[in-house]
């Protein structure tokens, strides 16, 4: 499963509440289940506004020369007879009058060449951050979304220099978005070995020093998700193991992240492993690889909870429940799948309540049961703005 820690720096500013509640929701938007077929197909008027404080639309790109552009057209813009999503997901506003909305740049398939490039040149910096600005009040966002997806990693072009670069980035680019009061967030790795490699911690805490509007989102790829945050539980996915996850340490980011200004993220996915023996089937049963692919999401290794809730109803499964991990788990032959239900979400939102943290994140929100079909439409959603109020 997927972990997210986002730091809210300032919670005065980016709380804008839900009813019953005043913590944070941020809902990612997967805008591409606008082409998925049948009850897996999601588009912006799918969305309940009611049910998230803060929407991120995933995602637009970079050129060459560090411009910002959309990245599907069609989808995002009305010229030519396109769909206008970006005007479309900000009229959300309408029916929440205190729900903000953030442009996400980056993502896993637009690798870390282009932004290492970008970073290290003041010219295409500047481009990349008033391309970025015009984008965002042209379409009527409320900020961006940074996710470099890593700097001094993948395929990057300046190595270790992309550390220094990232936070000169983040410095030129809250200049000019706090002219505007606009909201920044940033998706940084959260495992040590790797946030190592990308970032500065001890200068992206300075951000403190200045105005509320950044945020620091943290993903940990994973299978399922521990209620404890100590360094020695953090473990690294290996296919060879169907294993539960443990959440990963928030030492590295406490001087920029204390508990009141985190806002803890969890999955609405399942992780799909095919066992190596049917009849060794428990949790850390050896596995050969990745399992089976949801439905719409087509994906193997991954499966949505609208898609797996409705594989329960109508296939037999056996359902079990980790103790340890405080998750279900599934069985079916040699199909092992780990996930998350209301039940296991409002145990995990309890627990970060408790540590006093701001609100919740979730990736993402096409993958709830949003039509309904195992019950209540928006169950995960749900259940997390029940929890936390």
Known sequence: ????????LGVALLAVFVEGHDKVVVCYYGTWATYRSGDGKF??????ASLCTHLIYTFVGIKDDGTVVSLDPYLDLPDNYGLGTFKKFNELKQ????LKTILAVGGWNEGSAKYSTMAASATLRKTFITTARD??????????DLDWEYPNQRDSTHGADDVNNFSLLLKELREEFDKYGL????AVAALET????????PTMAKCQDSNDSLLFSMPVTGKTAMLKLERAQRAVLKVAMAKPFRYPTTQLYAEC????KLVMGVPFYGRTFTLTDANVNGVAAPASGVGLAGQYTATNGFIGYNEFCNKLKTETWDVRYDSVAQVPYAVQGKNWVTYDDPSSLVKKVEYAVNLGVAGVMVWSIETDDFHGRCGEDFALLRAINTALA
């Not at 790797?194 to 911690?201: G, N, R, V």
Request: overall charge negative; some cysteine; aromatic content about 12%.
């Open 1 to 8: 499963m997927s972990l997210f820690f986002k730091c809210i």
């Open 135 to 144: 984008m965002v009040l042209t379409y009527g966002f409320d900020g961006l």
């Open 183 to 186: 909201l920044i967030s940033v």
């Open 194 to 201: 790797s946030a190592s490699l990308s970032y500065d911690i």
């Open 95 to 98: 029916q929440n009058a205190r």
């Open 257 to 260: 992240c204390p508990p009141e």
């Open 43 to 48: 588009s912006v008027s799918d969305i309940n």
